[in-house]
């Protein structure tokens, strides 16, 4: 008895080690898609000539959710008020406080190739507040960690952020940091994989 009941729990942990690695929401085949998913996978190629991938695959589910989402990540990634190596910046100060492989993987090279130094990448990375930022890092910097550490803003940090960034910019950097974080918790909640090959980057911070 004792042994089929050690059996047993044996195959209990080994189930639940199996459905934490799973892809809960993997690829939908074409032949699959409802009349509304098969447009929104046509309108994201005719929007960003690309194939949906990453947390566009399990908000496909709502069709109307990914479109909207596409369509705001169009804005922040391509046409917002701030510069590459602050809104990739931005993105990696999200992707690492919720320990998101895929963001992380995606956008580190775009934070290097925008002009965000490897050192202030690499201390992101490592959970730790970056040295010798430059004034306008510095203010995204401190409005993204204040922000998310206290659910406000003080009046010192959101004057140093429009002063440094406008209120178009302040607004942009919220916006992105918002969009990024919704990405995210879909991401963790859909146990969305690497790409094939990568490895994940950004260890867990301490709790």
């Not at 690499?122 to 550490?149: I, N």
Request: charged residues 25%; hydrophobic residues 45%.
């Amino acid at each position: 008895m004792r042994l089929l009941m050690l059996a047993a729990a044996m195959a209990m942990v080994g189930g639940a080690v199996r459905a934490d690695a799973q892809d809960r929401m993997p690829p939908i085949p074409a032949d699959r898609m409802t009349e509304a998913q098969t447009q929104a996978v046509a309108e994201f190629k005719a929007a960003r000539s690309a194939d949906i991938s990453g947390p566009f695959v399990p908000l496909l589910r709502s069709p109307d959710v990914m479109s909207r989402a596409r369509a705001m990540g169009d804005y922040l990634r391509f046409k917002s008020a701030l510069p590459p190596r602050l809104s990739e910046f931005v993105i990696l100060l999200t992707a690492r406080s919720w320990t998101q492989q895929y963001e992380w993987n995606a956008h580190q090279p775009l934070a290097l190739q925008g002009g965000l130094r490897a050192d202030i990448v690499q201390a992101v990375a490592e959970g730790r507040r970056p040295e010798k930022l430059a004034d306008d890092e510095e203010a995204v910097y401190t409005l993204c960690d204040e922000l998310r550490r206290t659910q406000t803003v003080s009046d010192g940090t959101y004057a140093r952020a429009v002063a440094m960034l406008g209120e178009r910019g302040v607004i942009d950097t919220l916006g992105l940091t918002g969009y990024y974080t919704m990405l995210a918790m879909v991401l963790n909640t859909a146990r969305t994989p690497l790409p094939d090959g990568a490895k994940p980057a950004l260890k867990p911070l301490p709790k």
